[in-house]
């Protein structure tokens, strides 16, 4: 009897063994009564050692699915009508291919937290552990009008696949409201994708193959860690403190790992909420020039100033090709109208053009259309500034609640913008083990662990969406917090 066997796979010979033999009896390719070969010729015709023929064997017989009669040999039995016995891992059935698999997926912390506040059951539940806006304050009766202006307006042209780099008028939108702050990219150099994360996912797939280093901020965005995991890429991080990338300790790196891309995320950071200063900026684009190293700018929320003077983006400080710029609507206006870009010049615009292309065809041509009408009738312009005093309010307001309700030891920066506030519990504390108690005082936070490579530091650090809820849910939230905190600290 031929098994196929890879020996390169996380799963156990006897369980390749026994999946391939279990789904030939279910299947009834392999008929009742059908003798399977002696446990000593199948292992030497496969390979391996008798007791992993005997192990695959035994775990068939356990199911009802063979029986050995003594020394005649293991015979298969007729189907059972019964179901088979539950195995410890209802996963084993699935195809060997389909197994393999799940040795390399990647648990994706984002959402746990919150899924951990639903089961705690709380009646009032309030979360900060959200990585987006207030979803209460989209503009979703605009855009609905908007949309319907366009369908109207355009008729079938708006469902065509329409242009490869996108729509040429968003494109153009795009390029003013950059130039409003600072930046000067021509339309041409516009690439628009379904949200800012194609747009880093395409970029280090174009950049970089497995084993290749990609240097982060540490800690940093955990969805773009996980992607580049999952690329094959090793992710080495560069330490910051609150004036975001120590840029000093780059150039060591720089020497020692030879990395082929620098990810950072220079305005109002995930998680830290801090800001690059300028001196860094240029020093920063000063080393990716001299050790030839792309620098990946994604500013997910630059445009959320609530006080203090804006840095110059690092693509307006490229000398040239080196800074490749990637920016959403996701978080300025609506997650899930999908709409993001980047800004690139050179040779490399083009191979993510072309890449783009093989990847989806087309970003929705009707939701281009639709974006763009809003966003040129100066309605983008008014909603920012709107929701910009009603963040920095928010701001304010978990700022005084923190300071009221939460023990001493616990610190923080004021975030100048943005989403996240970047909170340390005090000395020795733990946020993964404060946040079951936190859910069961009905809150939720973001550990920080979950935006560290590796997951193994920062433990003593939590993410605080302090956007996301209105100041007097906010008040009440960080109240339990500070009780969840207390009641750690008599546990401790
Ligand atoms: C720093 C950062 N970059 C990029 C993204 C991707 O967002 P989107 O794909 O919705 O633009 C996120 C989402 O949370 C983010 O936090």
């Given at each position: 009897?031929?098994?196929?066997?890879?020996?390169?796979?996380?799963?156990?010979?006897?369980?390749?063994?026994?999946?391939?033999?279990?789904?030939?009896?279910?299947?009834?390719?392999?008929?009742?009564?059908?003798?399977?070969?002696?446990?000593?010729?199948?292992?030497?015709?496969?390979?391996?050692?008798?007791?992993?023929?005997?192990?695959?064997?035994?775990?068939?017989?356990?199911?009802?699915?063979?029986?050995?009669?003594?020394?005649?040999g293991?015979?298969?039995?007729?189907?059972?009508?019964?179901?088979?016995?539950?195995?410890?891992?209802?996963?084993?059935?699935?195809p060997?291919w389909?197994?393999s698999?799940?040795?390399?997926?990647?648990?994706?912390?984002?959402?746990?937290?919150?899924?951990?506040l639903?089961?705690?059951?709380?009646?009032?539940?309030?979360?900060?552990?959200?990585?987006?806006?207030?979803?209460?304050?989209?503009?979703?009766?605009?855009?609905?009008?908007?949309?319907?202006?366009?369908?109207?307006?355009?008729?079938?042209?708006?469902?065509d696949?329409?242009e490869?780099?996108?729509?040429?008028?968003?494109?153009?939108?795009?390029?003013?409201?950059?130039?409003?702050?600072?930046?000067?990219?021509?339309?041409?150099?516009i690439?628009?994708?379904?949200?800012?994360?194609?747009?880093?996912?395409?970029?280090?797939?174009?950049?970089l193959?497995?084993?290749?280093?990609?240097?982060?901020?540490?800690?940093?965005?955990?969805?773009?860690?996980?992607?580049?995991?999952?690329?094959?890429?090793?992710?080495?991080?560069?330490p910051?403190?609150?004036?975001?990338?120590?840029?000093?300790?780059?150039?060591k790196?720089?020497?020692?790992?030879?990395?082929k891309?620098?990810?950072?995320?220079?305005?109002?950071?995930?998680?830290?909420?801090t800001?690059?200063?300028?001196?860094r900026?240029?020093?920063?684009?000063?080393?990716?020039?001299?050790?030839?190293?792309?620098?990946?700018e994604?500013?997910?929320?630059?445009?959320?100033?609530?006080?203090?003077r804006?840095?110059?983006?690092?693509?307006?400080?490229?000398?040239?090709?080196?800074?490749?710029?990637?920016?959403?609507?996701?978080?300025?206006?609506?997650?899930?109208?999908?709409?993001?870009?980047?800004?690139?010049d050179?040779?490399?615009?083009?191979?993510?053009?072309?890449?783009?292309?093989?990847?989806?065809?087309?970003?929705?041509?009707?939701?281009q259309?639709?974006?763009?009408?809003?966003?040129?009738?100066g309605?983008?312009?008014?909603?920012l500034r709107?929701?910009?005093?009603?963040?920095?309010?928010?701001?304010d307001?978990?700022?005084s609640?923190?300071?009221?309700?939460?023990?001493?030891?616990?610190?923080?920066?004021?975030?100048?913008?943005?989403?996240?506030?970047?909170?340390?519990?005090?000395?020795?504390?733990?946020?993964?083990?404060?946040?079951?108690?936190?859910?069961?005082?009905?809150?939720?936070?973001?550990?920080?662990?979950?935006?560290?490579?590796?997951?193994?530091?920062?433990?003593?650090?939590?993410?605080?969406?302090?956007?996301?809820?209105?100041?007097?849910?906010i008040?009440?939230?960080?109240?339990?917090?500070g009780?969840?905190i207390?009641?750690?600290?008599?546990?401790?």
């Amino acid at each position: 009897m031929r098994i196929p066997l890879d020996r390169q796979n996380s799963l156990p010979l006897y369980q390749q063994i026994e999946t391939y033999l279990r789904q030939g009896i279910l299947s009834g390719s392999l008929a009742p009564e059908t003798r399977l070969p002696a446990c000593r010729q199948l292992a030497r015709d496969l390979g391996v050692n008798r007791i992993t023929v005997e192990n695959a064997y035994s775990g068939l017989e356990a199911d009802g699915l063979v029986f050995s009669r003594v020394g005649s040999g293991t015979y298969v039995l007729p189907p059972n009508p019964l179901p088979p016995v539950q195995k410890s891992s209802p996963e084993a059935d699935w195809p060997l291919w389909q197994q393999s698999l799940q040795a390399h997926n990647i648990v994706a912390k984002s959402g746990l937290a919150d899924e951990m506040l639903k089961a705690a059951g709380h009646a009032h539940p309030i979360s900060f552990a959200s990585g987006i806006s207030d979803s209460r304050q989209f503009p979703a009766d605009d855009f609905r009008k908007v949309l319907q202006a366009v369908m109207r307006r355009d008729g079938i042209d708006a469902l065509d696949y329409g242009e490869r780099a996108g729509y040429r008028p968003l494109r153009e939108g795009i390029a003013h409201i950059l130039a409003s702050q600072g930046l000067q990219v021509p339309a041409e150099n516009i690439l628009i994708t379904a949200g800012s994360q194609p747009a880093i996912s395409l970029v280090a797939q174009v950049l970089l193959k497995p084993e290749d280093v990609i240097l982060v901020e540490s800690p940093t965005y955990n969805i773009a860690v996980d992607l580049f995991n999952r690329l094959g890429f090793i992710v080495v991080g560069i330490p910051m403190d609150g004036q975001g990338m120590q840029v000093e300790k780059l150039e060591k790196l720089l020497q020692q790992h030879h990395p082929k891309l620098i990810y950072t995320i220079p305005n109002f950071h995930n998680p830290t909420g801090t800001c690059l200063t300028g001196a860094r900026r240029r020093q920063l684009i000063i080393l990716a020039d001299r050790y030839n190293v792309p620098i990946l700018e994604d500013d997910f929320v630059g445009d959320l100033r609530y006080e203090g003077r804006a840095q110059p983006a690092l693509k307006s400080l490229d000398p040239g090709g080196q800074v490749i710029y990637v920016s959403t609507f996701s978080k300025m206006l609506m997650p899930g109208i999908r709409v993001g870009f980047l800004a690139a010049d050179g040779p490399v615009y083009d191979s993510l053009l072309g890449f783009k292309r093989l990847s989806d065809l087309a970003t929705s041509t009707l939701i281009q259309r639709a974006l763009e009408a809003y966003v040129t009738v100066g309605r983008y312009q008014a909603y920012l500034r709107r929701s910009i005093l009603l963040f920095r309010k928010r701001r304010d307001a978990m700022v005084s609640a923190i300071d009221r309700y939460l023990p001493a030891g616990t610190a923080y920066d004021p975030p100048q913008g943005g989403l996240f506030l970047w909170l340390r519990l005090p000395e020795a504390m733990s946020a993964d083990e404060l946040l079951p108690l936190a859910c069961e005082e009905g809150v939720s936070f973001a550990p920080g662990s979950h935006f560290f490579a590796g997951g193994s530091s920062g433990r003593e650090w939590m993410r605080l969406n302090f956007v996301s809820q209105p100041a007097e849910e906010i008040e009440v939230g960080i109240k339990r917090l500070g009780k969840a905190i207390r009641r750690m600290s008599v546990r401790q």
